[in-house]
Each structure stands twice: as structure tokens, then as C-alpha cells.
């Protein structure tokens, strides 16, 4: 079936933490912030983790740049965690569609729709996320999605192998502890995870971040 081009785009400290342990996630020079932004108007769907909707209450508008749309929200929350007040709930300014599994509660999925929120039960206990970017490419012509995280979120997508490239930025911080850029089972050794291909290597505008951009090759 065919699926929307997934990116991955984050931010990480050195030692690969995309937030620290109380949830501080402000990682980004202004020149990457707008780089992400470049991103977010290029693609037709954003999507996030319940986690960081709830730790950052994101607005995923391309507000920086000269955007011709705002892409569609999609939220991955397995049991409708996000709560009612969330920016991408209450700001307009982009549809939004909550994923979620018939775990989540009925009267909070009547609300949210009854908010304008789009609500897509899919799975039992866990989405599966391939059927969703199948849903989006047929359904709403979804050609390419940005990932924006957080750890638990990107993790599946390269476990699954559905995310097609990562952009990461290397910020120069150290957290010590808190969430991984990929924060999973994890895999044993080198042998079991994806072949990266180093598509590109910049440094930032400011001088002080490095801009990874690597392509997953696929079977
Ligand atoms: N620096 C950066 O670039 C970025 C930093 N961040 C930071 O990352 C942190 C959040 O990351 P993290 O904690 O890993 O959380 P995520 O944002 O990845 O959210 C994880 C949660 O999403 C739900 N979920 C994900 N996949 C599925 C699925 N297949 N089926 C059902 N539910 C699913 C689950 O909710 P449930 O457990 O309820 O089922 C899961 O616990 C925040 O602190 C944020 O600030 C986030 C983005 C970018
Ligand atoms: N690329 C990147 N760099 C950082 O330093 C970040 N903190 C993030 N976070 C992502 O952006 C979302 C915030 O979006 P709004 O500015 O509110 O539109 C946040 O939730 C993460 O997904 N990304």
C-alpha cells in the first residue's frame, strides 16, 4: 500500500537527549527553529506524540516562514491523554486529527469532535501507525509527513521502518538524562537497526549546532 514520505526532524543535545529530565526541550538556535519551520510549510501533515503534546503544548504552524497552508495536525494518543485546553485543540488555524485505540474514553472522544477535532480509533491497544500514514496518503492525499517526536514516537516509526529520513540537530548541550532522540526497546547491536546513509552535514548559521541529515535504506 502506499505510504506518505516520513522525516523526522529534532533537536538533540550532545549526548542525544531531545529533552531534559524535568522536560526542558528548547533546543534550537533561532536559525534551526526557522529551518523547522521550512520543513513544517513543505509538508501536507505534522505529526507528534501524546507525550509532547503534553509536556510542550505545541501550536505545529509554520508561523516563521511564507507558508501557502497550514499542514494537518495528527496527534498519536493511545488513550486520549491530551487535555482538552491543548493548542493544537483550541488554535484553528490547522485541522487536527487525534489517532487513538478503543482504550480511550468515549465521552472525551464526543467532546473533542464536538470541538472540531477529527478522532480516528485505530487499533485495540496500540495504533498502528502504517495503517494510519496508509489512511492519511488515501483519505486526505498526505504525500508528506514531518515527524516532529518525541522519543517514544520516533522509535516506532524506525522500528517499523516507516520513517524514510531523519534531519537532527546537534545542539551544544549536555543533559545527562531525560529523553533519547529514539527512545525505545532499543536494538542489541549495529546488525539490527537501520542503514543510514549520510545524505548531508552542515554547520548552522550560528556557529554552534551541526545539521545531520541521513536517509534510511529501505529492504
Ligand atoms: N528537542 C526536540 O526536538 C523535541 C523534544 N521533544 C520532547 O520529547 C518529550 C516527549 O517525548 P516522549 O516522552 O518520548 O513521548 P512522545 O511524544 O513520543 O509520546 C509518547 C506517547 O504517545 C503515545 N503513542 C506513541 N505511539 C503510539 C502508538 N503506536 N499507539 C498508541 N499510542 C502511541 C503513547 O501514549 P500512551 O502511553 O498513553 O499510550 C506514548 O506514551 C517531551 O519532553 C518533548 O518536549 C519532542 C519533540 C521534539
Ligand atoms: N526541531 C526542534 N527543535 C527544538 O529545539 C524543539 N524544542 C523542537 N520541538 C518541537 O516543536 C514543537 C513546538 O512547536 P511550536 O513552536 O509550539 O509550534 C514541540 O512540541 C516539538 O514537537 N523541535
Not at 509538508?43 to 505534522?46: E, T
Given at each position: 500500500m502506499p505510504k506518505p514520505y516520513v522525516?523526522?526532524?529534532s533537536a538533540a543535545s550532545?549526548?542525544?537527549r531531545i529533552a531534559s529530565k524535568t522536560g526542558y526541550s528548547r533546543?534550537?538556535?533561532p536559525f534551526d527553529l526557522r529551518r523547522l519551520h521550512e520543513v513544517r510549510a513543505s509538508?501536507?501533515?505534522?505529526m507528534v506524540g501524546a507525550?509532547?503534546?503534553i509536556n510542550d503544548d505545541p501550536s505545529l504552524t509554520p508561523r516563521y516562514v511564507k507558508a501557502i497552508k497550514n499542514p494537518i495536525r495528527v496527534i498519536i494518543d493511545g488513550k486520549l491523554r491530551i487535555p482538552l485546553t491543548a493548542k493544537v485543540i483550541t488554535n484553528k488555524e490547522a485541522p487536527t486529527i487525534i489517532v487513538t485505540t478503543e482504550q480511550s474514553d468515549r465521552n472525551k472522544t464526543?467532546?473533542?469532535m464536538n470541538m472540531g477535532v477529527e478522532v480516528w480509533v485505530m487499533g485495540k491497544?496500540?495504533?498502528n501507525l502504517r495503517d494510519v500514514l496508509e489512511k492519511l496518503f488515501t483519505e486526505k492525499g498526505v504525500k508528506r509527513v514531518l515527524v516532529e517526536g518525541g522519543g517514544h514516537l520516533n522509535w516506532e516509526l524506525i522500528k517499523e521502518e516507516i520513517a524514510d529520513e531523519i534531519r537532527l540537530t546537534i545542539s551544544p548541550y549536555v543533559f545527562g538524562a531525560g529523553t533519547s532522540f529514539i527512545e525505545g526497546e532499543g536494538y542489541p547491536t549495529t546488525m539490527e537497526g537501520p542503514r543510514l546513509r549520510l545524505k548531508s552535514v552542515n554547520i548552522c548559521e550560528c556557529g554552534q549546532e551541526v545539521v545531520l541529515d541521513y536517509t534510511i535504506e529501505k529492504g
Open positions: 522525516i523526522i526532524v550532545i549526548d542525544g533546543l534550537s538556535c509538508v501536507d501533515a505534522i507525550n509532547t503534546v464526543a467532546q473533542l491497544e496500540r495504533v
